[in-house]
């Protein structure tokens, strides 16, 4: 399997895990709707984007865009036999503490490079209403140096899974909508990246916005 997608094992354990853990509690437990599927490109390096408010977020996104999406992980996981080797084929790049931009965005690339879908939240971090106030501007770097596109996808409902003090994730109603692509940045230029990551922000608003 060429560059064009991700490695073989990896596509057998992705389908493995969606389809006998992610999907069923997406689509029965949680009430999963999801729209816009026709938009993902199912070959070649893609930057997934999204909102982010729940743990929850990085299978249902990777289960909804059909095809395996790397994301960052603590360096520390992959320090534990077994769960280091399913973790990397899942598509998990270790990330340092302390130096956590630099090297999440280095290892991003490499990712692309090998022709996987990488996700990246524009918020960085989680947040409680599922919106994106400061969206940071890494996502746009990393399109600009492979030249891949942004695909926004729009995570709804995710927020409430979890309520504090409770380890059972509650049936909440979940939605997931995906976007239109947006082209690479063609530079560098702070302007440029500022420009684009607003413009993914406001993709992903605007679906989320539609609600359920």
């Not at 919106?131 to 995570?155: E, F, T, W």
Request: aromatic share 8%; charged share 20%.
């Amino acid at each position: 399997m060429g560059k064009n997608r991700e490695p073989f094992a990896s596509l057998a354990l992705y389908h493995a895990f969606k389809w006998s853990v992610v999907s069923p509690v997406l689509h029965a437990y949680l009430r999963g709707r999801i729209y816009g599927t026709e938009n993902v490109p199912q070959q070649g390096p893609l930057l997934v984007v999204s909102n982010h408010a729940s743990d929850f977020d990085p299978p249902i996104l990777s289960c909804c865009v059909q095809r395996p999406v790397a994301y960052m992980a603590k360096e520390e996981l992959f320090r534990i036999p077994i769960l280091k080797q399913a973790i990397a084929l899942y598509g998990a790049y270790p990330v340092k503490r302390g130096a956590a931009d630099r090297t999440a965005i280095r290892s991003a690339i490499e990712c692309l490079q090998a022709g996987w879908a990488v996700g990246v939240f524009l918020q960085g971090t989680r947040t409680p209403d599922a919106r994106i106030p400061d969206p940071k501007l890494g996502a746009a770097l990393i399109a600009a140096k492979v030249k891949v596109p942004l695909l926004p996808v729009s995570l709804w409902g995710t927020e409430a899974i979890f309520q504090k003090g409770s380890p059972v994730p509650r049936p909440v109603p979940v939605t997931v909508r995906i976007g239109q692509l947006i082209d690479a940045p063609t530079s560098t230029k702070r302007e440029e990246l500022e420009a684009i990551t607003q413009q993914c922000a406001a993709a992903i608003h605007a679906m989320h916005d539609l609600g359920r």
